[in-house]
């Protein structure tokens, strides 16, 4: 089955505690991207990888790293986690091929809660 | 400075009757519109695109339409049904290619049966 997967789907943490999500893709997608969601906000982009160690800031980047060693896993490293990234993460994938319709398939979502 | 706007955030149908969810941009560069719908505890999904040469765009129920002038896009659900209802999010790219993208802040719908 094509899908994202994100691990874990919900975390709490404490401020200052580094830690990872991991987000793995199964259908060969270049374009990979991660986004928060928060009230009031919708959806921001933190950022995104256009292709194995090409990445790059979205919106919102401040606090955030990502790599993309592999092509399918694109996982996101909050160093010193604060609690203003208490937030609900998303990852997508898709492919590139411009000037089609195709968009961009995402995970479940991970819950993450910094005390 | 959101860059793309859903200034409302829900909205209420009839099942049968017809649901328009609106959504206003900033940015006259933008050239790719999506709409997402999204179940609570489940991930986006996709439901219609139109890029900026045209200015309506039709699937099954589903049409987006585009006013570049107005920088606004909206989307119409007819017949709406109460499978519909979820949190509708529009969205906007600056480039075909896929690489930032700019999200309003949602619209909830309600379609009671």
């Known amino acids: 089955e094509a899908q994202v997967t994100q691990n874990p789907r919900y975390l709490i943490t404490v401020t200052g505690k580094k830690l990872t999500v991991t987000c793995s893709q199964n259908?060969?997608?270049?374009?990979m991207s991660w986004y928060r969601q928060d009230p009031g906000l919708g959806l921001r982009q933190i950022y995104y990888?256009?292709?194995?160690?090409?990445?790059d800031k979205g919106d919102v980047p401040e606090g955030y790293k990502v790599s993309r060693k592999e092509k399918r896993n694109f996982p996101l490293i909050l160093e010193s986690p604060s609690p203003n990234q208490t937030s609900l993460y998303f990852c997508?994938?898709?492919?590139?091929?411009?000037?089609?319709?195709?968009?961009?398939?995402f995970g479940p979502g991970t819950r993450l809660l910094v005390l | 400075d959101q860059q793309v706007k859903q200034n409302s955030p829900s909205l209420s149908v009839q099942e049968g009757r017809i649901s328009i969810l609106n959504c206003d941009y900033t940015?006259?560069?933008?050239?790719?519109f999506l709409w997402y719908k999204k179940y609570p505890a489940e991930g986006p999904t996709f439901l219609i695109s139109?890029?900026?040469?045209?200015d309506k765009n039709e699937d099954g129920r589903f049409t987006v339409f585009l006013n570049k002038s107005a920088k606004h896009l909206s989307l119409h659900i007819v017949p709406s049904q109460p499978g519909d209802s979820a949190v509708y999010f529009c969205?906007?790219?600056?480039?075909?290619?896929?690489?930032?993208?700019?999200f309003g802040s949602g619209t909830k719908l309600n379609v009671k049966p």
């Open positions: 997508a994938s898709s492919p590139l091929t411009s000037g089609s319709e195709e968009t961009q398939y």
């Open positions: 139109i890029s900026s040469i045209k």
């Open positions: 940015n006259s560069m933008f050239d790719y």
């Open positions: 259908m060969n997608h270049e374009y």
């Open positions: 969205a906007a790219s600056l480039g075909y290619n896929f690489n930032k993208f700019y």
């Open positions: 990888s256009m292709n194995v160690e090409v990445t």
